[in-house]
């Protein structure tokens, strides 16, 4: 479904991502690495955010390096940010309803399954008002409301305790299941990990290794989410 081939990406003279040659079909895979290995630069250039140096990333076959992020969204990929982007003015209802693209759909189950009690957050805006944690978890919901084809998750464990982070677990394969997609997480929490059913570890801008869970797991240093640094 998801192919990239030969993928680089420089700034300011320093190579951050180094002939990266990955293909996706209908998993779980989770890239993990050392900090500053490249992989949130690698999932912000499957989303177009950021444009390779070199490179293609096919999508169905087709190319789509050199379309925007509005062109990939509208053919089913989906990105949730490690820092949420704050939208005063909009409620919480409002992004769910833009996100799910169906007007009598019950908002309820997405908010519960990131942890959240929809009477308490569904009028509230997306603002300064809303800690980071419950930031992150609405844009969680929202990615989820996709239902897209591709989703692609950077750090979602960040800023959310741990009771809301198990669930969010559970929650992450059951939408695997049911959508039958592409899910792709940054992560390094050892729970995440588990969720894989292909890993990919980035070591300075390379793959340097990539396997089945049973594979790779034993091999990595990895942790355990002992409350996330949850601010709600």
Same mark, same amino acid.
């Given at each position: 479904?998801?192919?990239?081939?030969?993928?680089?990406?420089?700034?300011n003279?320093?190579?951050?991502?180094?002939?990266?040659?990955?293909?996706f079909?209908?998993?779980?895979?989770?890239?993990?690495?050392?900090?500053?290995?490249?992989?949130?630069?690698?999932?912000?250039?499957?989303?177009?955010?950021?444009?390779p140096?070199?490179?293609?990333?096919?999508?169905?076959?087709?190319?789509?390096?050199?379309?925007?992020?509005?062109?990939?969204?509208?053919?089913?990929?989906?990105?949730?940010?490690?820092?949420?982007?704050?939208?005063?003015?909009?409620?919480?209802m409002?992004?769910?309803r833009?996100?799910?693209?169906?007007?009598?759909?019950?908002?309820?189950?997405?908010?519960?399954?990131?942890?959240?009690?929809?009477?308490d957050?569904?009028?509230?805006? @997306?603002?300064?008002?809303?800690?980071g944690?419950?930031? !992150?978890?609405i =844009? #969680?919901?929202?990615v +989820?409301?996709? *239902?897209?084809?591709?989703?692609?998750?950077?750090?979602?464990?960040?800023?959310?305790?741990?009771w809301?982070?198990?669930?969010?677990?559970?929650?992450?394969?059951?939408?695997?299941?049911?959508?039958?997609?592409?899910?792709?997480?940054?992560?390094?929490?050892?729970?995440?990990?588990?969720?894989?059913d292909?890993?990919?570890? @980035?070591?300075?801008?390379?793959?340097?290794?990539?396997? !089945?869970?049973? =594979? #790779?797991?034993?091999? +990595?240093?990895? *942790?355990?989410?002992n409350?996330?640094?949850?601010?709600?």
């Amino acid at each position: 479904m998801l192919e990239l081939i030969d993928i680089c990406y420089a700034t300011n003279g320093k190579q951050i991502l180094d002939n990266i040659n990955l293909k996706f079909s209908d998993e779980i895979a989770v890239i993990t690495g050392a900090n500053g290995a490249g992989k949130s630069t690698l999932a912000k250039i499957v989303m177009g955010i950021l444009k390779p140096t070199s490179g293609k990333i096919l999508y169905n076959g087709q190319d789509i390096t050199d379309f925007s992020i509005t062109e990939r969204a509208k053919m089913g990929i989906a990105f949730a940010f490690q820092q949420p982007v704050k939208f005063k003015g909009l409620r919480v209802m409002d992004m769910l309803r833009l996100a799910s693209k169906q007007k009598n759909v019950s908002l309820n189950v997405y908010l519960g399954d990131v942890g959240l009690c929809a009477k308490d957050y569904l009028t509230r805006e @997306l603002s300064g008002e809303l800690s980071g944690g419950e930031l !992150k978890r609405i =844009e #969680i919901a929202s990615v +989820l409301a996709r *239902k897209a084809k591709v989703t692609i998750f950077d750090e979602p464990e960040a800023g959310i305790d741990l009771w809301s982070f198990t669930n969010l677990v559970k929650t992450f394969r059951h939408f695997q299941n049911s959508t039958q997609g592409t899910m792709i997480i940054i992560s390094h929490q050892e729970k995440m990990i588990e969720l894989a059913d292909k890993i990919i570890v @980035l070591n300075s801008g390379k793959v340097e290794k990539i396997g !089945k869970k049973d =594979e #790779i797991m034993p091999t +990595l240093s990895i *942790k355990s989410c002992n409350g996330c640094g949850g601010n709600r």
